[in-house]
């Protein structure tokens, strides 16, 4: 199911995913570079060369996962058991009087798997994880260098990095789901703003034309009265005098919400969708009539079937009537997972009915249920 949360989380992680796999191609691809530049800081360069190849194999392996989900267990655990071996094979292919620079290195590219765990995993996971990775490398790095201050210096520099690198990924995951909920936040405002929109121009586009039409009609109607060319006390002319007055007072005020009959028979189904979290709000433009029984059946059972198909969040109704014809609009931000099969509940009416019912899926991920039919249904 997509909605506005979903969009805005697929284009947040789809951006983070392409920083993070060029991250896992650059830093071992660094490494390699270092290596072979500074090959006198090695006892045995070919084995620093092939853990770097391995590190950058590891990162190919886990980050398609990670744009998949989160790690998962096993994923982790080879995550943090690569990162261990790798800091210490480089240790160990490190000459006692190598250059801190090329020391820099070990702990910033081996960290780099611990930070594709920060991404996905708790604090609880993957700080022991650093810890161990840490204390590996102190551990060899005191073993042949001893303990003294530049090998102090070292360790320093090295925690600094894996805890700057651990806790900067760590929050970007924080960072990203605040970024998500604003962006989807502000999607829908917009959204909700441009059917607001839409409903305020077709409210006012059907009041002009019930306007024009009354000044077509209605006017020379009420000159014919005051020239004497027609008798207002004839029962066509009083007739067609209420019909115009009622007209205009419905196009000035826009009147209900819609025929309290259909209303009324759409209660059940909303009530059922509001108690599950569905926001229905209704509205109407023109004047919808009560259909023929078989045709209000479908419009029914389609209408319920659709709300019964989507996720909680806020939706419209609009309800529209001009002259013989009438549509209802079920827009939604979020597209269904299962679909109904709307076909059915139209088979058997009468071509007079002119039924339709159709779902248009927006860009967004939202969509919009169509229903149309005739006022009169084919009577």
């Given at each position: 199911?997509?909605?506005?949360?979903?969009?805005?989380?697929?284009?947040?992680?789809?951006?983070?995913?392409?920083?993070?796999?060029?991250?896992?191609?650059?830093?071992?691809?660094?490494?390699?570079?270092?290596?072979?530049?500074?090959?006198?800081?090695?006892?045995?360069?070919?084995?620093?060369?092939?853990?770097?190849?391995?590190?950058?194999?590891?990162?190919?392996?886990?980050?398609?996962?990670?744009?998949?989900?989160p790690l998962a267990t096993g994923e982790t655990v080879a995550a943090i058991t690569v990162a261990v071996a790798a800091v210490a094979a480089i240790e160990v292919a490190h000459r006692p009087d190598h250059d801190p620079a090329s020391f820099d290195m070990a702990i910033l590219g081996t960290a780099w798997l611990l930070a594709l765990v920060a991404l996905s995993r708790p604090a609880r996971v993957w700080i022991p994880g650093a810890l161990l990775v840490y204390a590996v490398h102190a551990g060899l790095l005191v073993a042949d260098d001893g303990v003294n201050s530049l090998s102090l210096s070292q360790l320093e520099a090295a925690g600094y990095i894996l805890a700057t690198m651990l806790i900067t990924f760590?929050?970007?995951?924080?960072?990203?789901?605040?970024?998500?909920?604003?962006?989807?936040?502000?999607?829908?405002?917009?959204?909700?703003?441009?059917?607001?929109?839409?409903?305020?121009?077709?409210?006012?586009?059907?009041?002009?034309?019930?306007?024009?039409?009354?000044?077509?009609?209605?006017?020379?109607?009420?000159?014919?009265?005051?020239?004497?060319?027609?008798?207002?006390?004839?029962?066509?002319?009083?007739?067609?005098?209420?019909?115009?007055?009622?007209?205009?007072?419905?196009?000035?005020?826009?009147?209900?919400?819609?025929?309290?009959?259909?209303?009324?028979?759409?209660?059940?189904?909303?009530?059922?969708?509001?108690?599950?979290?569905?926001?229905?709000?209704?509205?109407?433009?023109?004047?919808?009539?009560?259909?023929?029984?078989?045709?209000?059946?479908?419009?029914?059972?389609?209408?319920?079937?659709?709300?019964?198909?989507?996720?909680?969040?806020?939706?419209?109704?609009?309800?529209?009537?001009?002259?013989?014809?009438?549509?209802?609009?079920?827009?939604?931000?979020?597209?269904?997972?299962?679909?109904?099969?709307?076909?059915?509940?139209?088979?058997?009416?009468?071509?007079?009915?002119?039924?339709?019912?159709?779902?248009?899926?927006?860009?967004?991920?939202?969509?919009?249920?169509?229903?149309?039919?005739?006022?009169?249904?084919?009577?």
């Amino acid at each position: 199911m997509v909605s506005h949360h979903a969009v805005a989380r697929n284009a947040a992680e789809t951006g983070l995913m392409r920083v993070v796999g060029a991250l896992a191609v650059l830093v071992p691809s660094l490494a390699v570079i270092q290596v072979l530049v500074n090959s006198r800081d090695y006892r045995q360069p070919a084995l620093a060369i092939a853990v770097w190849l391995a590190v950058l194999g590891a990162a190919a392996w886990l980050v398609p996962r990670l744009r998949a989900g989160p790690l998962a267990t096993g994923e982790t655990v080879a995550a943090i058991t690569v990162a261990v071996a790798a800091v210490a094979a480089i240790e160990v292919a490190h000459r006692p009087d190598h250059d801190p620079a090329s020391f820099d290195m070990a702990i910033l590219g081996t960290a780099w798997l611990l930070a594709l765990v920060a991404l996905s995993r708790p604090a609880r996971v993957w700080i022991p994880g650093a810890l161990l990775v840490y204390a590996v490398h102190a551990g060899l790095l005191v073993a042949d260098d001893g303990v003294n201050s530049l090998s102090l210096s070292q360790l320093e520099a090295a925690g600094y990095i894996l805890a700057t690198m651990l806790i900067t990924f760590a929050a970007i995951r924080s960072t990203l789901a605040t970024h998500v909920t604003v962006s989807a936040r502000r999607a829908s405002l917009a959204s909700s703003a441009a059917a607001e929109r839409a409903a305020v121009a077709a409210i006012q586009q059907e009041r002009q034309a019930r306007l024009r039409a009354l000044e077509r009609e209605a006017l020379p109607l009420l000159r014919a009265v005051a020239d004497g060319s027609l008798d207002p006390s004839a029962e066509s002319v009083t007739q067609e005098c209420a019909r115009h007055a009622a007209a205009l007072r419905h196009s000035l005020t826009d009147g209900g919400p819609a025929d309290d009959m259909l209303v009324s028979a759409l209660a059940p189904s909303l009530s059922s969708a509001r108690a599950r979290g569905l926001l229905v709000t209704i509205q109407a433009i023109g004047e919808v009539r009560t259909p023929p029984p078989a045709v209000a059946r479908a419009i029914l059972a389609t209408l319920d079937a659709m709300l019964a198909a989507l996720a909680p969040h806020p939706v419209v109704l609009t309800l529209i009537g001009s002259g013989d014809g009438a549509e209802a609009y079920l827009t939604f931000d979020a597209l269904p997972s299962s679909m109904p099969g709307l076909a059915t509940f139209g088979a058997g009416l009468p071509a007079a009915a002119g039924w339709h019912a159709a779902v248009i899926a927006a860009d967004n991920g939202g969509g919009c249920l169509e229903v149309a039919w005739h006022q009169d249904g084919g009577r």
